[in-house]
């Protein structure tokens, strides 16, 4: 069974800095492309950005809203897809999806985990 | 940047048949994915590559493409499809793209 468990959303400061976790299991991780979607409160979906597998290089692909501060990276040996959130706005504020895109190049996302807030506030 | 226009919202009696459109700039050129979104859960994804429905998600969710413009239709409505539903695709210049999304009422 495919999982898709997110970590790492609290509350921090703006201007701060945080790293989520997206740990997953049941498929072949190194296979995939990952991507990290977004959702306000009470807002719709934002795509965030995603990172391709180690066969496209591990490129990366970022929402014009988080590009120079937001890093997408991952560690096949463990399974995990990371985003690293620097300049954190209020903005930022969300509930943070780990997505699986169901095959490489037609950008669409079968699994969904289920996500992490991050709150940002002075 | 491409944009992906929905109607808020849409309202159908149970058994009636909900059409929920999507339209975009060169979207007839793309391929467009849908998404189930209840209240407090995660996103689902019901249709992909315009026509195809994933494994489990049952034969009332079609997908079709007009033109420019997109539609999920939910044959027989039940209450349990009351939910957000958000179309996307992905455009070369902007990336992943998603519309604004979709709130079906069934009553």
């Known amino acids: 069974e495919v999982q898709l468990v997110e970590s790492g959303g609290h509350l921090v400061q703006p201007g701060r800095s945080l790293r989520l976790s997206c740990s997953s299991s049941g498929f072949t991780f190194g296979n995939y492309i990952m991507n990290w979607v977004r959702q306000a409160p009470g807002k719709g979906l934002e795509w965030v950005g995603f990172?391709?597998?180690?066969?496209?290089?591990?490129?990366?692909e970022y929402a014009a809203s988080v590009k120079g501060r937001f890093t997408i990276s991952r560690d096949d040996s463990k399974s995990i897809a990371y985003l690293q959130m620097d300049s954190l706005k209020p903005e930022d504020t969300a509930l943070y999806y780990c997505t699986r895109d169901g095959s490489n190049g037609y950008y669409f996302f079968d699994y969904w985990g289920q996500g992490t807030l991050v709150t940002v506030s002075s | 940047s491409y944009e992906l226009t929905q109607s808020p919202s849409l309202s159908v009696s149970p058994g009636q048949t909900a059409s929920i459109t999507c339209s975009g700039d060169d979207l007839g050129n793309k391929y467009g994915s849908w998404y189930q979104q209840r209240p407090g859960q995660s996103p689902v994804l019901v249709i992909y590559?315009?026509?195809k429905r994933p494994s489990g998600i049952p034969e009332r969710f079609s997908g079709s493409k007009s033109g420019n413009t997109a539609t999920l239709t939910i044959s027989g409505t039940q209450t349990m499809d009351e939910a957000d539903y958000y179309c996307q695709a992905w455009d070369t210049s902007t990336g992943v793209v998603f519309g604004g999304g979709t709130k079906l009422t069934v009553l």
């Open positions: 590559q315009n026509i």
């Open positions: 990172i391709r597998n180690k066969a496209y290089g591990e490129a990366t």
